[in-house]
C-alpha cells in the first residue's frame, strides 16, 4: 500500500445566493483555484455545473477536522510535562514507603521492558518506563509502572499502581482486572476483605498510605 500525505488549503463558505457565489468564484477564479472549497448550505446543480467547469475542487456540507495550532500543541506538551510531574512525584512517594518496609525486597528499574521479556521478581517493583506488548512481568509484592502498558502483568502483594492502560493483561491476585476500567492517568489496585477495588490517584492523594 502506497500511501501519501497533503497539505490543503481550504476555503469554506455558506451557500445562500446562487447568482452572487457564481459571480463571486468567476471573480477570484485564480484566488481559488488551488484551494479545496467547502460548500455549506443548500448547493444547486447550477452551482455545481459551474465549479466542474472551472475544474475546482469541492466538497458538500462536509466537516473537516480542525488542525492544532502551536499555541494548542505548546499547552497539551504543558499538561502532559505536568502530568509527567505528578506520576513522578507519586513514584517518589512510593518509593520512600517501600523503601521503609526492608522485608519487601523493593527493585526500582527505570527501562523499557521490551517484547519477549519475561521479569520475575520476588518483592515489590517500581518500574519507571512501559511494557511493551508480548513482555511479562510477575511481581510477588507490589507492582507501580508510572508509563503505558501493553504487555502483560501479573502481581500477588497488597496493591498495584498503573496508568490508564488499554491493551494489558492484568492478573491481581489470579483475578483479571477489567482495564476499561482504568480510565486515569494513574489507578489504584488494591484487595480488601476479598474484594478487587480499583481507585483513581490524583495530586492530592500523593501521600496516602497503604
Not at 27 to 34: G, M
Not at 106 to 123: A, F, H, K, P, Y
Not at 157 to 182: C, Q, T
Request: include cysteine; aromatic fraction near 6%; proline fraction near 1%.
Amino acid at each position: 500500500m502506497k500511501n501519501k500525505q497533503y497539505s490543503v488549503k481550504v476555503f469554506e463558505t455558506t451557500v445562500d445566493n446562487e447568482e452572487k457565489f457564481i459571480s463571486f468564484f468567476n471573480t477570484n477564479y485564480t484566488l481559488f483555484k488551488d484551494h479545496l472549497i467547502l460548500l455549506q448550505g443548500e448547493v444547486s446543480d447550477k452551482i455545481t455545473s459551474f465549479l466542474d467547469q472551472k475544474s475546482l475542487s469541492y466538497l458538500i456540507n462536509t466537516k473537516l477536522p480542525i488542525g492544532r495550532s502551536r499555541k494548542a500543541l505548546e499547552e497539551e506538551f504543558n499538561v502532559m510535562s505536568v502530568e509527567n510531574s505528578v506520576n513522578q512525584q507519586i513514584a517518589e512517594a512510593e518509593i520512600v514507603k517501600l523503601s521503609n518496609r526492608l522485608a519487601n525486597n523493593l527493585t526500582v528499574l527505570d527501562e523499557m521492558v521490551r517484547s519477549g521479556r519475561e521479569l520475575n521478581i520476588e518483592g515489590d517493583l517500581l518500574l519507571l518506563n512501559r511494557v511493551n506488548s508480548g513482555a511479562t512481568i510477575h511481581t510477588t509484592g507490589n507492582l507501580i509502572i508510572t508509563q503505558v502498558v501493553e504487555g502483560a502483568i501479573r502481581c500477588d502483594g497488597h496493591f498495584m499502581m498503573i496508568a490508564a492502560s488499554p491493551k494489558a493483561n492484568i492478573i491481581f491476585h489470579g483475578v483479571e482486572v477489567d482495564n476499561s476500567l482504568l480510565e486515569d492517568k494513574l489507578n489504584r489496585i488494591e484487595l480488601k476483605n476479598n474484594e478487587i477495588l480499583i481507585t483513581p490517584v490524583i495530586k492530592k492523594e500523593i501521600n496516602w498510605a497503604s
